[in-house]
């Protein structure tokens, strides 16, 4: 999988607001330069925004504040153009009529036409390839498990060779050896091809190990942004997530998170 251009892009998010009606979201939402041949990790407990803040990046909702990419609206840019921001969300809900082939191939249609090239084709069963879910292509997505489902969304994504990724929890449903493999893949993506790479993760480990920078949001704002290690602070675990937990040291030097139990005070039983 070549990623379309080899050039790194930069995505850049200013005071941005987001709301569901009368009832705010976000507010005044500006991220740390996210730049391309970066793994960013988008961190917070549940509802704290994170799929709410993607969906406002690409357009799904509207408000105050600028996303730029390279400078400019990416609402300018077509739908297709692989500068464009490329969303893959935690439902990826697709017509379950349709093979895996066939639902990796629409994603990826980059004309106005129903004639499929040979270009086209091949480039879904490199993606399937890649993946490693090749042997699922005239499956249809109805027979599928929800790991594999997922799997499909994910190449769905790929398919479009995006500068920019954002990935809304692409691991939640993946067995633990999966779970790496994708995350050594997108870590491949940004390193050697210059994607910016965006994903909102619950698992801090792997935000330890394959962040380049990871940025926490708690009601509707961001709280940290940096370096995982210097922003994964028992302070700041205590504050985002209720938890008392430390970062280690493995025997390899590697960081991994230790929880030691709630902050919160549960009244005796009686």
Known sequence: MVIASTARPSLTV?????????????????????????????????????????????????????????????????????????????????????TVFEAVLLAGKQGGTWRVSDAEADRVSRTLDL?????????????????????????????????????????????????????????QLAREQGACIVLAIHDLNQALRYADQVVVLGGGRVIASGEPKAVLTPALLSEAYGVQAR???????????????STRIRSASR
Do not use: W
């Open 131 to 187: 993946l490693e879910i090749g042997d699922l292509a005239a499956r249809h997505l109805a027979e599928l498990s929800g790991g594999q489902r997922q799997l499909v969304g994910l190449a769905q994504a790929l398919v479009r060779q995006p500068r920019i990724l954002l990935l809304d929890e692409p691991t939640s449903a993946l067995d633990l050896q999966r779970q790496v493999e994708v995350l050594d893949l997108l870590r």
């Open 247 to 261: 970062v280690e040291q493995c025997s390899r030097g590697l960081p991994f998170l230790v929880v030691d139990g």
């Open 14 to 98: 200013t005071d941005l607001d987001a709301s569901y009606g009368a009832r705010i979201v976000l507010r005044g939402i500006t991220l740390p330069e996210l730049r391309g041949g970066q793994i960013t990790a988008l961190l917070g407990p549940n509802a704290a925004g994170k799929s709410t803040l993607f969906r406002r990046i690409v357009g799904q909702l509207k408000g105050p504040g600028v996303v730029a990419i390279d400078g400019h609206d990416p609402a300018s840019l077509p739908q297709l153009d692989p500068a464009r921001p490329c969303y893959l969300p935690q439902d990826t809900a697709a017509n379950a009529v349709l």
